[in-house]
């Protein structure tokens, strides 16, 4: 007999076989009992009946509570009643492991007690639907990159240095000299850039800020591609086809898991669709004005500025050229005008705002000196960094896509904590 995963049922229809499962609720009449039996890749229904298994048996069955652990052993039906299409006739089950006031139970829980409980909460069927999306991202997001000739490198962790600025940095001691928890991994993706032509880097990266949004992590994964030779318009078709990818990859793999969520797939299959639109930030402000927004050129976004622009285009929207004082140090100036720079935030439609930040990157040495000064940085820790622009600086792009963000939009979730396993908030470092 097969051991077999509930995701692999339809291929043993009328077969005898072993699952180990975990029950996560179940009713029983007299006669027959229904098990909700999970394995991790699917829940589906075990059927028991007291004829078949014996008295002693049965009631030791319908006895067992929320989150035993068990093998049970049967015969799998095609039931087209269920939504799952099958189910198990039970024959013979064996305890695992046995649990006791499982702590989350099918009625409605508050977000602190889910968060506090969040080790098990994950075995739950939406996070469960959400993590397997995140999972099928970042497969997707390794295929897009591998098929373009991309290579990954990894970044540090620790490092000297603050990319993007020096206000949300979580400091370290190492070893007698400050350390901080990298907030990006785009410089040493430059200096992959120009060793190996096109790379992303795609880790952990920690913003120290201490803000409550619905949009903030302080530990978040970032997807950095950095590509040398590439222009910000080539950039941006990347990050469109990037994003219609990852989109397209959800719809086709994971179907049971949007239906868990009740994640529409026409309005997703709508954001495959390129083009996306593009405005000039100078042009955002003039919409934004004439649209009651109380906003001067000059203003970074917040929320209601980001989620009423991607609903005006209706699509995910290219906002360029912000202007130089509220960007990072290293952004390409612009060739003509000195107060914007070669920058675009990519911001999602139904109020999830920026999911992509990136630019083109100045190639000139003394340019970048001057920023780094200017924003208070000390140059000795970027003297590797300018080196870049030392021996045979080339033009080069790259973007940073939060992942939390992404899958937020993706599965609809109203905040980025639901789309990692284990989020880190201010106030949150348990779990
Ligand atoms: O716009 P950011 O700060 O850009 C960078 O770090 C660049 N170095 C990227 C690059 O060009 N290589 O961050 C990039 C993206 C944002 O668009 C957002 O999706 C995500 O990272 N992000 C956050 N996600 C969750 N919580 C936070 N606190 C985030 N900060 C940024
Ligand atoms: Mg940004």
Redesign the pocket.
């Known amino acids: 007999m097969e051991t077999i995963s509930i995701i692999n049922a339809a291929d043993h229809v009328n077969e005898q076989v072993k699952i180990g499962v975990w029950i996560s609720n179940k009713r029983s009449s007299g006669k027959i009992a229904f098990l909700q039996l999970r394995d991790g890749t699917a829940t589906f229904q075990g059927v028991a009946l007291k004829n078949e298994l014996g008295e002693t048996a049965f009631a030791q069955l319908t006895d067992l509570a929320q989150e035993t652990s068990l093998w049970v052993t049967g015969t799998i039906h095609a039931d087209t009643r269920s939504p799952f299409g099958y189910e198990l006739a039970i024959s013979q089950f064996e305890v695992v492991g046995t649990s006791h006031d499982y702590p989350i139970t099918p009625k409605d829980h508050g977000i602190d007690f889910l968060l506090d409980h969040r080790h098990l909460w994950l075995r739950s069927s939406r996070p469960n639907a959400i993590m397997r999306i995140r999972n099928e991202v970042i497969r997707a997001v390794y295929e897009f990159f591998n098929d373009r000739g991309f290579i990954k490198i990894d970044a540090p962790i620790l490092t000297g240095s603050a990319?993007?600025g020096t206000t949300?940095l979580f400091k370290t001691d190492y070893f007698g000299q400050d350390a901080y928890l990298s907030?990006?991994?785009?410089?040493y993706?430059e200096a992959g850039a120009m060793a190996f032509g096109k790379i992303f880097?795609f880790g952990p990266?920690f913003?120290a800020?201490k803000?409550k949004t619905r949009?903030?992590?302080?530990e978040?994964w970032?997807l950095?591609?950095?590509m040398a030779w590439i222009h910000q318009d080539e950039s941006l078709e990347v990050q469109e086809q990037l994003v219609a990818y990852l989109v397209q990859a959800v719809i086709d793999h994971c179907p049971h898991e949007l239906a868990v969520l009740d994640r529409d797939v026409a309005t997703l299959q709508k954001y495959t669709k390129l083009p996306f639109p593009r405005v000039s930030y100078d042009d955002a402000i003039t919409l934004l004005q004439a649209n009651g927004f109380d906003v001067d050129w000059g203003v970074d976004f917040g929320s209601p500025e980001e989620t009423f622009l991607a609903e005006h285009f209706d699509q995910p929207v290219f906002v360029l050229n912000y202007p130089k004082a509220i960007k990072?140090f290293?952004m390409q100036a612009h060739p003509t005008r000195d107060d914007v720079v070669i920058a675009a935030?990519?911001l999602a439609p139904e109020g999830y705002g920026?999911?992509?930040?990136?630019?083109e990157r100045s190639t000139d040495y003394d340019y970048l000196k001057e920023r780094l000064l200017a924003s208070g940085q000390d140059l000795q820790d970027y003297e590797w960094y300018l080196d870049l622009r030392k021996y045979g600086s080339v033009p080069h792009s790259?973007?940073?896509?939060?992942?939390?963000?992404?899958l937020a939009w993706i599965t609809l979730q109203d905040h980025?904590r639901e789309t990692i396993p284990f989020p880190r908030m201010l106030h949150r470092i348990y779990p």
């Open positions: 990319p993007e949300e907030q990006s991994g785009q410089l993706g880097t990266t913003r800020e803000s949009r903030h992590l302080t978040l970032q950095e591609p950095e990072a290293y935030d990519l920026e999911i992509i930040g990136g630019s790259g973007f940073g896509m939060g992942l939390e963000r992404f980025v």
